[in-house]
């Protein structure tokens, strides 16, 4: 029978360790209060499910995660540390991702652009390493 529980290694010093934190965190949009007050904190090696029914406020939670919106109140610590995710780059220098549930795909480029899309490996001369970019999705090695 196949397992569906995956084993990964989890460094005995990290685990418990609480990676990501928010305090009491709010926002408003013009006539409804998308998010108030709202904590959750996440350890390391956990996965979780953010479940609600429509208009709860995960996107708008999801988004401020990522950078792409601005908490009006509250606190985003990781590692203990407040931060300040002003961007989804930044959020992305954090270790901080996020994948779409509406499709956000480029017709016109091919599949590893689309996934490396705003974080593609560049050569020397600062253009797209598209090997390098197959051989970190395959982990392989291409002649
Ligand atoms: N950009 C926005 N402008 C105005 N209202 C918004 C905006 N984004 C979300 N909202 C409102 O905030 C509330 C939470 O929305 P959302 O975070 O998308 O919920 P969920 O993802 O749980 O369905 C909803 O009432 C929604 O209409
Ligand atoms: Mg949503």
Redesign the pocket.
């Known amino acids: 029978m196949p397992s569906f529980t995956h084993n990964y290694w989890i460094d005995p010093e990290e685990k418990d360790r609480v990676r990501l934190k928010l305090e009491e965190v709010s ?1 408003r ?7 108030d007050k709202v904590s959750f904190e996440l350890k390391v090696g956990e996965v979780h499910a953010l479940c ?12 401020i995660l990522s950078g792409n ?1 601005q908490p009006d109140d509250g606190r985003i610590k990781l590692h203990d540390e407040e931060v300040r995710i002003l961007s989804p780059l930044e959020a992305q220098k954090m270790g901080i991702g996020i994948v779409y549930q509406e499709k956000s795909l480029v017709g016109n480029l091919s599949v590893a652009d689309n996934i490396f899309a705003g974080n593609q490996p560049l050569t020397n001369w600062k253009l797209i390493d598209r090997k390098n970019c197959i051989i970190r999705l395959c982990n392989c090695s291409v002649n």
Do not use: D, H, S
């Open positions: 926002k949009f013009p006539g409804v209060q998308a998010l609600g029914e429509n208009g709860a406020g995960k996107t708008t939670l999801m988004n919106l």
